[in-house]
């Protein structure tokens, strides 16, 4: 079973539970903390997939790690925002 996306490994923890061979692929290392369950049938992957092969930064907010993003429009948003909250607590 592969989880692309598996943001905090839900999906990939459950099908690891069963018999077969579970990949799990998550480019956040900030969400990705799967392979400290130690299975045996889980392979954890920090990576983002997709169909051309490049390098990109990803961004996401410090307060939701969990929303991040490499596509530069959707960065700007993420930038902008986490300038909003660090104004905020100043």
Same mark, same amino acid.
């Given at each position: 079973?592969?989880?692309?996306? =598996?943001?905090e490994g839900v999906m990939a923890?459950?099908? =690891?539970?069963r018999p077969g061979q579970v990949i799990a692929c998550e480019p956040n290392p900030r969400i990705c903390h799967m392979h400290l369950n130690n299975?045996?049938?889980?392979q954890v992957m920090a990576r983002g997939i997709s169909g051309s092969t490049s390098t990109i930064e990803?961004?996401?907010e410090h307060l939701m790690p969990g929303v991040g993003s490499g596509e530069p429009a959707i960065t700007e948003q993420i930038t902008s925002s986490a300038f909003r909250y660090?104004?905020?607590r100043d």
């Open positions: 079973m592969y989880d692309i996306g =598996a943001f923890l459950f099908f =690891a539970c299975l045996d049938n889980m990803m961004v996401y660090s104004s905020l």
